[in-house]
């Protein structure tokens, strides 16, 4: 399985930023993707993940800003992430987790909300 993430970048807190991140190859019929964060100096973080069911869990300190969805008949889960606030600052990484592959990490890509 590849996974190719897309999205993030430059935003004013309060601002709004999507993340996409397609899965190729071969997915398993189950599986988990979402994202988590790693902001410099503290450890990698759940953001939300979804399962191909549609169940989702997230993060508390985001909780109510962001949301997440996926298409499975693209292999594509979306972050949108709303009123975003300085320390939503971070290296975001796309996941997945399925029964034969484990868990698979994408590229990661940066989102920088500025105060």
């Known amino acids: 399985v590849q996974l190719q993430a897309s999205g993030g970048g430059l935003v004013q807190a309060g601002g709004s930023l999507r993340l996409s991140c397609a899965a190729s190859g071969n997915i398993d019929r189950f599986n988990v993707m979402g994202w988590y964060r790693q902001a410099p100096g503290k450890q990698r973080e759940l953001v939300a993940v979804i399962n191909s069911g549609g169940s989702t869990n997230y993060g508390d300190s985001v909780k109510g800003r962001f949301t997440i969805s996926r298409d499975n008949a693209k292999n594509t889960v979306t972050l949108q992430m709303n009123s975003l606030k300085p320390e939503d600052t971070a290296v975001y990484y796309c996941?997945?987790?399925?029964?034969?592959?484990?868990?698979?990490w994408g590229q990661g890509t940066q989102v920088t909300v500025s105060s």
């Open positions: 996941s997945y987790t399925g029964p034969r592959w484990g868990n698979i």
